[in-house]
C-alpha cells in the first residue's frame, strides 16, 4: 500500500468514527430528552440551599490505586524497588 494509499484509508477511518461518534451523540441526547435526564436550567432557578449537596466523601484519586497495584507487584517481587520508585514519581509527576 502507498503512502497515498495509507493517508486516504486513516482518513477514511477518521471521517467514520467521527459520524459514528455523532450518531452516538445525537441518540444519546435523544433519549435523555425522552426520559427526561435532560434538563433545562435556564428556566428553572433553585434557590441556593437546595443547590449545594451536602459534601460526600471525596473519591479515591486514580493514581492510588495503580500505587497500590504497583505496591504489590514490588511485594510479590515481580518489579524492584528501583522500579517502583521511577514509575511512582512518573505517575505522582515528581
Known amino acids: 500500500m502507498g ?4 493517508r486516504a484509508a486513516g482518513r477514511m477511518q477518521a471521517r467514520q ?21 435532560r434538563e433545562d436550567f435556564s428556566s428553572r432557578e433553585e434557590p441556593a440551599e437546595a443547590a ?11 493514581y492510588v490505586g495503580e500505587l497500590e497495584r504497583l505496591a504489590q507487584l514490588r511485594d510479590q517481587g515481580i518489579i524492584s524497588d528501583e522500579e517502583f520508585e521511577a ?7 515528581i
Not at 468514527?17 to 435526564?37: A, C, L, P
Open 3 to 6: 503512502l497515498v494509499a495509507a
Open 52 to 62: 449545594a449537596p451536602a459534601p460526600a466523601a471525596a473519591p479515591e484519586p486514580e
Open 87 to 93: 514509575k511512582k514519581k512518573q505517575i505522582l509527576g
Open 17 to 37: 468514527n467521527y459520524r459514528t461518534m455523532s450518531r452516538m451523540q445525537r441518540r444519546r441526547s435523544y433519549i435523555q430528552s425522552k426520559t427526561g435526564m
